[in-house]
């Protein structure tokens, strides 16, 4: 897991000092409001700016069967019309304050985001508070829910259906999760999808948008004190449905039992690839496992200087790029997965012999103390940097608190990093990718006679 974006590598003699001092007076604070609903402030005064997040304890993962894809289709019916605001105006009083904002649906959560200026956050409150309340929901053919039903539909063409990589990517997931919550994508079925009623939208809104089962992070140029009376003010005096049970159909998801081949071609690949997905792990089921995973995977396939690349892009030049990453961050166990793009000439079936022997090779004799320490040291650091952005606190605080973790959990991740021994890391590569380990492995190819 990279708990952030930013690549390269970083200079650690240059940053140490000023990162043990950012650790120092970086203070988030939490309390709830009476009706249950959990805020989580993080104080950053570099600008007069905010990000005001609205997090929600549900996802694809509690769909009712049949019902896939409405915690998606329900976050673009959030932004359409309630009762006081007209279709289209959220949109435009956050753009006319200056802002930007935008959501996003996982399968183990929903959440909601504002960028303003300071001084707009009670604003922000009004209109989020207004959405979780008093959203329209009807049977019109053009309103907010069934025209958003069909932009869904139009949106898995465009970003799934169009690109075979996702489709691929879908296929093995489905195989990988099977008779999981997981197994259906975010964004659902389109047959479920398409028969959604506004009736299914208005039971979804009535046992999850409640305030018991919110977050609201609020990061930027604010006190504790400033965020308590706005939130007081706007959220403060929404009563709990109490239908938000808190009753999650998260499940641990068992290991895979045999080994498949998935392959799909397509006249829009121009670059074959290949890759491994194993049964992994997640920080929330195993906290341990998943850190040692994350620096073992840094030293073996984690950048340009892994062993990975080193060997197969750089060394026998058989590949165009080689890398390994873990899903850890959903609740449950995510893919850990072994990935690689020939080099021109080169057949898949060459490729896999280049980087299993790579793999078996590390299995058999380890890592280096010098390489795990890189590694440990390059992710504790990445996450530090991370606290230079103001979105990336309010994502991590939200996400990990969504999930049932800890503001200590944040907090500690560079630490825990940094403890990481040589023998953790080829110990949980090990047992992730041992031979005794099934996997899928799936193919991405051109269409016939195109390679």
Do not use: C
């Amino acid at each position: 897991m990279k708990r952030i974006l930013t690549g390269g590598l970083v200079a650690l003699s240059v940053f140490a000092s000023s990162a043990v001092a950012e650790e120092s007076t970086w203070s988030p604070s939490v309390f709830s409001l009476d009706n249950g609903m959990e805020v989580v402030v993080v104080p950053d005064h570099r600008a007069p700016v905010v990000t005001h997040m609205v997090w929600y304890k549900v996802g694809a993962v509690d769909e009712a069967e049949g019902k896939s894809g409405i915690a998606h289709l329900f976050e673009h019916v959030m932004f359409k019309e309630t009762d006081d605001l007209a279709p289209g105006e959220f949109d435009d009083i956050v753009s006319r304050n200056g802002g930007v904002s935008n959501a996003f649906t996982s399968w183990d959560y929903t959440a909601y985001f504002e960028r303003v200026a300071k001084q707009h956050l009670g604003t922000m409150m009004a209109l989020e508070a207004e959405r979780m309340t008093d959203l329209i929901i009807n049977d019109d053919p053009n309103g907010p829910f069934i025209s958003e039903r069909d932009v869904v539909k139009e949106e898995r063409r465009q970003r799934i259906d169009n690109n075979p990589g996702v489709i691929l990517q879908e296929m093995v997931l489905s195989e990988l999760w099977k008779g999981h919550p997981y197994e259906i994508t975010v964004i659902g079925k389109m047959d479920e999808v398409a028969a959604l009623t506004p009736e299914d939208g208005m039971s979804f809104y009535e046992e999850y948008y409640s305030p018991e089962n919110a977050i609201l992070v609020v990061a930027g140029d604010v006190t504790p004190d400033e965020v308590r009376a706005l939130a007081e003010e706007h959220y403060g005096a929404i009563e709990p449905t109490g239908t938000a049970h808190g009753e999650r159909k998260w499940a641990p998801v068992p290991p895979l039992s045999e080994t498949k081949e998935l392959v799909y071609s397509d006249p829009k690949v121009r670059q074959p690839s290949w890759s491994r997905y194993y049964s992994g792990t997640s920080e929330t089921r195993d906290r341990d496992l998943s850190y040692a995973l994350d620096v073992g995977l840094e030293v073996l396939g984690g950048g340009m200087t892994s062993r990975l690349y080193q060997s197969l892009v750089e060394g026998q030049q058989l590949a165009i790029n080689a890398n390994t990453f873990a899903w850890t961050t959903l609740h449950d166990e995510g893919p850990a997965v072994i990935m690689a793009s020939p080099a021109p000439g080169v057949s898949l079936e060459d490729l896999e012999a280049a980087v299993m022997a790579e793999v078996e090779k590390v299995l058999a004799e380890g890592f280096t103390d010098a390489e795990v320490e890189r590694a440990r040291n390059k992710l504790a650091a990445q996450a530090i940097y991370a606290r230079d952005s103001q979105s990336n606190m309010a994502n991590t605080f939200g996400s990990t608190l969504a999930l049932g973790g800890s503001i200590d959990d944040v907090l500690n991740y560079p630490d825990a990093m940094r403890a990481i021994t040589t023998e953790q890391a080829i110990a949980a590569v090990r047992e992730v990718f041992g031979a005794d380990r099934h996997y899928i492995e799936a193919h991405l190819l051109p269409a016939e006679g195109e390679f």
